[in-house]
């Protein structure tokens, strides 16, 4: 009870924290907030059913306890996969790097889209002959699209435009790497994802499921305060796509 207790608190806790320095703009925030709603109940539960004079049957706590085990261990497996693509370090001398897009304001990358583009500028000022795609579409809030604002910031930080194709169709994952591909020489091209850390295990598996032969990831940092949110959603989505066989 006390354990059930302490991550009611830290979650109601993190949730509060994630809000007042993001705001609610994702739904996946809520998660703590219900985990820890949940978790504290958990803790009263037995003095209510005691209270009451239930008693759950020893089935039903059985299923409930093996549900729980195997969730944790699809998530603890899909974190493994996730934190060891984000900080491998990928080959020199690729034939291309994929930046994805990420949000831009108005005209100016957010801030874990500079994270990536910082992460491929270093990659590229080491391998002189690689090509960037910047791949990214125009979404809502957005005066012009990610790839056009990822190729003005490069531009200014003395990256050539002739290293540069930008793709600027794309509006998920899915869609960085179909249409990025078509702008390559070749399928048998090598190429390094740029995302960020938490993101790089899922594309560059998206990226293999497009064709792609030659494929590794290069991650960027984001937020100290967005890493339990973004990596245990990204678990979420790791799994959901690979039931799904999108990955």
């Known amino acids: 009870m006390i354990v059930l207790w302490i991550v009611g608190i830290l979650c109601i ?77 990928p080959d020199k001398e690729a034939d291309y790097v994929i930046v994805l897009g990420a949000q831009v304001r108005g005209n100016t990358p957010s801030y874990n889209l500079v994270q990536r583009l910082d992460a491929a500028y270093d990659y590229l000022q080491e391998n002189p002959e690689t090509i960037a795609i910047l791949s990214g579409g125009k979404g809502d809030g957005e005066d012009i699209s990610e790839a056009q604002a990822m190729a003005n910031y490069l531009e200014e930080k003395g990256l050539s435009l002739e290293r540069m194709i930008l793709e600027d169709k794309s509006v998920n994952t899915y869609e960085n790497m179909k249409y990025s591909r078509q702008l390559m020489k070749s399928q048998d091209s090598s190429v390094i994802v740029v995302t960020n850390d938490f993101h790089v295990f899922r594309s560059v598996k998206i990226a293999e499921k497009q064709g792609l032969t030659q494929v590794q990831g290069l991650g960027s940092s984001t937020h100290w305060y967005t890493v339990p949110n973004l990596y245990l959603r990204e678990a979420f989505a790791v799994m959901k796509y690979f039931l799904c066989g999108q990955i």
């Open 13 to 89: 806790g993190y949730f509060v924290l994630y809000a007042a320095f993001t705001g609610l703009t994702n739904i996946f925030t809520y998660f703590w907030l219900v985990v820890g709603g949940l978790s504290i109940f958990g803790a009263l539960l037995p003095g209510i059913l005691q209270k009451h004079n239930i008693t759950i049957p020893k089935p039903v706590k059985w299923s409930a306890g093996i549900v729980a085990f195997v969730c944790v261990i699809a998530i603890i497996v899909a974190e493994g996969f996730i934190i060891s693509y984000g900080i491998s370090e």
